[in-house]
Each structure stands twice: as structure tokens, then as C-alpha cells.
């Protein structure tokens, strides 16, 4: 409870201090480096996300474990929630400083990469009636969906760099400027906060539906089988 | 089949004049690993959709490892993108009138872009044998995986029709290191997947 | 001396239990049958047995002698013939016993294969496509491929399945071979094929 209200008067506290505290950092057009207090932690929860995903699944594809299932499940929603914010966001921004919508820089390519393996992943889940093979598959494909991210961080810059006359779009972080850090630096955590506790909500959700499921057996398969 | 349809559609409406000459290298690049890629979608899965249907997945689970059967799809995967590539590369060239300066590098960009594009599906196809609206499900699930690999052919390919060649080859290199390691992860994970 | 231990072993898929509390051991020579109706999860159980499927609970183990045989090399020691499992059409009945034998990694001899086709009565049929068979010659190759690589376990999922007098006689020689050779688990609710067995268990109750 007080970490709800907590949790609401600092997020509160952020947006004000985004618009009225901090100052519109200089070359970009009137005030759209605001946007960066939201649209960057939105990108960073949307990608801690996945990796989060990625290692729930792992453990259960280790242990068997459904909690880590649900965990997968949950990060995984949320991680696709935060990846279209991160996306929208980052597309008014680029029509605000550059004048369109989408321009496929590398910032821009990565988050719909991303987008794309959170929605292969629920098609996937939705795919697979069995609940036990739709678990294992689910984890394997996000640990393959991993394994190709870091051939994106190497392949996407060389093919934008030498197509694209702008790129490199993403600013330095926001500013030397001690009022923009302490902002961005709030709004962060206030994200993660906000991260945090709404996934801790969701596990509690799925735990609970699984409680409906009835229970069968006492002993669960021995490590051997 | 599919891949010499869309071969034929794609030469016909562009024809070979109605595109600068500056952007062809880039622009057929795009357009070849266009159709290859959707070739491969096509048709990759069937191998294992096929044991699914006819029964015989379970006396193969019943007698083979794992690995063997694994190794064995996929050999017969890169066959056919082998084929598939012999076939329409060199059928594009001559259709669009591709100019290509390096061939050295556009063969072997070819290859090694194939050999990525089937390792990369193999284990996808395992998983969707049997499950619903396969062929969707299987282009979805695959196509996010294949974006690198895509994009790397796409640019080495570039670069060898236009003529720049940066030593080393390394985006050639670069699709190696893809096909490696999706082969090591999928041999790790295809247990999984296979057995229930 | 081959032992198969079957402990606590239950299933359910989704919110239907089709068994619970199976517990059973065979030593060499026994012959245990699976008897129960249509849908009792009979073929499920044995599916259990062969690691086809994961049980929901419990575990099936294995032993060679004293040791234990672990997942990964179980398959040496499993024949398993079942209505749901099917050879491939396309090649002939030698071809796909050749096959089986090669992706077993077991060192089998043309001879080999012709004599087991033999066995099966399927002599004259053996160069011809699996696709061409009747259903009782299907079932007779299938039977051969469960007996190519002389299992310790065999699992018979509903053998007289499709086969006539004749095809019957020999499954009959096949479980009283098998005696000697190891264990035998029979799915099926005819009371004949039941009747091959020393112990049953009935998943109907």
C-alpha cells in the first residue's frame, strides 16, 4: 500500500519536474528533449524485460518450475507493453526533431526487432494448446530471440551507416546539466518502480488462476524423468 | 516454386530500366534476399510437418538421438536453400541485369547467408510441427530471428555488386558467426523441443 | 537382467486425469498387460514407459543388472510397436529396416534385416514400398522393427491390431521369446492379448 502511494507521488513529482524543472536541453527544438525523460526508461524497461523473460524462461526450462513460467509470462507482457510506449514515444519525437515519423536509424530498428520477438512470442504461447510444451517452447524461443540480439547491436549500425545521410540519433544521455540528470535519473526509477510492481502484481494474478487448475498429483516428476 | 513466381513478377514490374543505376546494387540485394527468404519460409518447415502427418515422428523419436535428427533436417534444409539459391541467383542476374563487380564475395555471401537463413529456421520448424495456422506461425516466429542474417546478406551482397570489397569480408564473416551459433544454440534446445 | 521400475506414475492433460499411482516392477521374463477402455489412457501409459511423454508425476528407471540406465541412452533397449506409429512410405520394407538399424547406430548386416522380415512372413514383400503394404503386412513390418535390435523392453500397444490367425501366431511366438530376452508390456483391452500376461492392471478403476 505505501508503495503504491509512494510510488504515485514520486512518478507525480517526475512528470512536473520533466516539464517545469528541468531545462529544454539546447540544440534541440523547443521542448522535445523532454520527451527523452520518458521515452528512454520506457526503451530500458522494455528491453530489461526481455531479458528478465529470457532468464524466467530459462529456469524453467532447467527446473520445471511454473513460477518461472509465470515470471517469463509476466515480463514478457510487460516488456511489450513498454516496448510500444518506447516506440510511439520515440516516433513523435523523431517527427517533432526531424519532421517524420519513422526513419529507420538504428535506435528505431532495434525497438521494432523487438516489438516483432514479443509478438512472435504470444503467438507462439497462443500457438501450442498443451500448457507443458507451450512453456518449453516459449522458452527456447526467447532464449534463440536472445541469441540474435547482439548480432543486431553489430549488424544494424554498419547497414544504417552507410545508407542513411542522418543517423546516430539517439543524443548523449541527457545532459551534463545537473537538473536534467536528477529528472532523468528520477524518472528511471520511478519506471522501474512502476516496472517492478506491476509485474510482482501480475505473477500474483497467474499464480492465482493457476491455483484454479486442480490439483492431481502430490509428487511432481523426479529430476530423472 | 513459389520462389520463381515471385522471381518472374518482381523482373517483370521492375524491369531493369526503370531503376537508377546508382541505387541497383542496393536495391536488388534487398529484392533477391527478399525472395529467398520467403522461399525458404515456404517451404523449410515441411520436413518436419511431414513426419508430424504421417505418423512417423514417434518411431523416429523411439530410435534416433536427438542431435542425429536434428543434424539430419537440417542438412536436408540447407540442401534445399542450396538448390533454391542455385537456381534463382543466377536467374535474377541475368532477368534484372545485375552488375556485380566482386563475384568472389557475392558467392560467398550467398553461401554463407543460405547456410544462416536454414539454421536459423530448423528448430522453429520443430516447434510449430505441430501446433496451429503452421505456416503463419512458422513465417512469424522465424522472420524476427532471420532479421540479422537478412540484413548482413543484404549489405554483403551490396557491397560485392558495387564493387567495394573491406578485407577480411566481414559480413560474410559475420553470417558464419550467425550460423554457428543459432546451430549450437538450436542443438542445445532441440532436445527440449523433441522430446515430450 | 534387465529391470524396469515404474514408481507413482500419473498423468493428466489439462483438467482431465487420465491416471494416478501406477507402481509396478518387471524382472526378465515377466509380461505385464495394460488392460482398460477405450480412452482410459492406456497407450498414454506406455507412451510414459517408452519417454515418448513426460509422466506428471513420478518416474520410470531402468536397470541393466544393477546399474542404472539413464533417459539418454533408453532407447537401445526399447521396441515399441503402436497403431499411432507409422513407417515411412516411401521406402520398401527392407529399406526401412535398414534404416532403423543404421539410425539406432546398430552394426546390422543386410542378413540381419532379410531374417527379420522373414520372421515376419514378409519375405516376398520386402522389396516392395511401405505405402503398397495392406495394413496387416504394415503391422507385421512394424512388429520387425521393434524386434531388430533385440530389445529388453518390448511395448506392444494393441498387437493383433489389423493382423489374421496367422499374423497372431506370430506375435504369440514373439512374447514367448521376449520372455527370455527381457520384459514385455501389453496395451489393450482384448481379453486374448490381456491374457498373454502374468500381472494386469486396469486403468478403468
Known amino acids: 500500500m505505501i508503495y503504491k502511494v509512494f510510488l504515485t ?41 526481455f531479458l528478465i523473460s529470457m ?47 519513422w526513419n529507420w536509424d538504428p535506435r528505431q530498428t532495434s525497438i521494432v526487432m523487438l516489438l516483432m520477438i514479443y509478438g512472435a512470442y504470444f503467438a507462439l504461447r497462443s500457438a501450442v494448446p498443451d500448457p507443458e510444451r507451450k512453456r518449453v517452447f516459449a522458452g527456447v524461443y526467447s532464449i534463440l530471440a536472445f541469441a540474435t540480439v547482439p548480432f543486431l547491436v553489430f549488424v544494424v549500425p554498419r547497414i544504417t551507416a552507410s ?27 520511478a519506471y522501474t518502480g512502476l516496472f517492478v510492481w506491476m509485474l510482482r502484481l501480475r505473477i500474483r494474478i497467474l499464480t492465482v488462476e493457476g491455483l484454479k487448475e486442480p490439483k492431481f498429483m502430490n509428487r511432481k516428476p523426479d529430476a530423472g524423468q | 516454386m513459389f520462389a520463381v513466381t515471385t522471381l518472374i513478377a518482381v523482373s ?48 523416429l523419436k523411439l530410435s534416433a538421438r536427438p542431435q542425429a535428427v536434428f543434424l539430419g533436417k537440417l542438412l536436408f534444409n540447407l540442401t534445399l536453400l542450396g538448390a533454391l539459391e542455385l537456381v534463382i541467383v543466377p ?27 536454414g539454421a536459423g529456421t530448423t528448430i522453429i520448424a520443430a516447434m510449430i510441427a505441430r501446433a496451429s ?13 532471420l532479421l540479422p542474417i537478412m540484413i548482413i546478406s543484404i549489405k554483403g551482397c551490396e557491397r560485392a555488386a558495387v564493387g567495394i570489397s573491406t578485407a577480411g569480408w566481414p559480413e560474410v564473416r559475420i553470417a558464419v558467426a550467425y550460423f554457428v551459433i543459432m546451430i549450437t544454440m538450436s542443438l542445445l534446445l532441440f532436445p527440449l523441443v523433441w522430446e515430450e | 537382467m534387465f529391470t524396469l521400475n515404474v514408481s507413482g506414475i500419473g498423468k493428466h492433460y489439462r483438467e482431465t486425469l487420465l491416471f494416478r499411482d501406477i507402481s509396478f516392477q518387471l524382472n526378465r521374463g515377466d509380461v505385464l498387460a495394460i488392460a482398460g477402455w477405450n480412452g482410459s489412457g ?36 526399447i521396441g515399441m510397436v503402436a497403431p499411432a506409429i507409422s513407417l515411412y512410405d516411401e521406402l520398401t520394407g527392407l529399406e526401412n529396416m535398414e534404416f532403423f538399424c543404421r539410425v539406432r547406430g546398430f552394426a546390422c548386416s543386410r542378413n540381419d534385416c532379410l531374417d527379420i522380415v522373414d520372421r515376419m512372413g514378409l519375405t516376398e514383400h520386402a522389396k516392395k514400398m511401405c505405402g503398397d503394404y495392406s495394413s496387416g503386412m504394415k503391422q507385421r513390418l512394424k512388429l520387425a522393427q521393434a524386434l531388430l535390435h533385440r530389445p529388453s523392453l ?50 478403468s478403476e
Not at chain 2, 32 to 53: D, H, P, Q, V, Y
Request: one cysteine or more; aromatic letters at 10%.
Open chain 1, 163 to 189: 545508407l542513411h545521410p542522418e543517423d546516430t540519433m539517439n543524443p548523449a544521455r541527457p545532459g551534463l546539466d545537473p537538473k536534467t540528470l536528477m529528472v532523468f535519473l528520477g524518472s528511471l526509477l
Open chain 2, 12 to 59: 517483370f514490374s521492375i524491369g531493369s530500366f526503370r531503376i537508377e543505376e546508382a541505387e541497383r546494387p542496393f536495391l536488388y540485394s534487398v529484392l533477391l534476399w527478399i525472395i529467398l527468404t520467403f522461399s525458404a519460409l515456404s517451404g523449410l518447415a515441411r520436413s518436419f510437418i511431414k513426419e508430424e502427418e504421417a505418423g512417423t515422428i514417434d518411431v
Open chain 2, 91 to 117: 536467374l535474377f542476374i541475368l532477368l534484372m541485369a545485375y552488375q556485380i563487380n566482386f563475384p568472389g564475395l557475392f558467392v560467398a555471401m550467398v553461401i554463407s547467408g543460405g547456410l544462416g537463413l
Open chain 3, 42 to 77: 492406456k497407450s498414454t501409459l506406455l507412451r510414459v514407459i517408452a519417454g515418448l511423454v513426460r509422466p506428471s508425476a513420478g518416474r520410470v528407471e531402468m536397470f541393466a543388472g544393477s546399474e542404472s540406465i539413464p533417459k539418454e541412452s533408453r532407447r537401445r533397449f
Open chain 2, 133 to 145: 495456422a503452421r505456416g503463419a506461425l512458422f513465417s512469424a516466429l522465424s522472420f524476427p530471428l
Open chain 3, 154 to 203: 518390448l511395448l506392444l500397444d494393441e498387437p493383433g491390431c489389423n493382423l489374421d490367425s496367422k499374423g497372431i501366431k506370430v506375435v504369440e511366438e514373439i512374447i514367448s521369446r521376449q520372455r527370455e530376452l527381457g520384459v514385455t508390456v501389453i496395451a489393450s483391452n482384448e481379453k486374448r492379448e490381456v491374457g498373454y500376461a502374468d500381472r494386469i492392471i486396469n486403468l
Open chain 1, 9 to 49: 507521488i514520486w512518478m507525480a513529482v517526475v512528470i512536473i519536474a520533466a516539464f517545469l524543472y528541468a531545462e529544454a536541453a539546447v540544440g534541440f527544438p523547443g521542448e522535445t528533449s523532454r520527451i527523452l525523460f520518458f521515452h528512454v526508461p520506457q526503451a530500458w524497461i522494455a528491453t530489461l524485460s
Open chain 1, 55 to 101: 532468464i524466467a524462461s530459462a529456469i524453467y526450462l532447467a527446473k520445471r518450475r511454473v513460477k518461472a513460467d509465470y515470471v517469463a509470462r509476466s515480463a514478457a507482457e510487460l516488456g511489450f507493453l513498454f516496448c510500444v510506449l518506447a516506440t510511439v514515444t520515440g516516433s513523435i519525437f523523431a517527427r517533432a526533431t526531424w519532421g517524420s515519423f
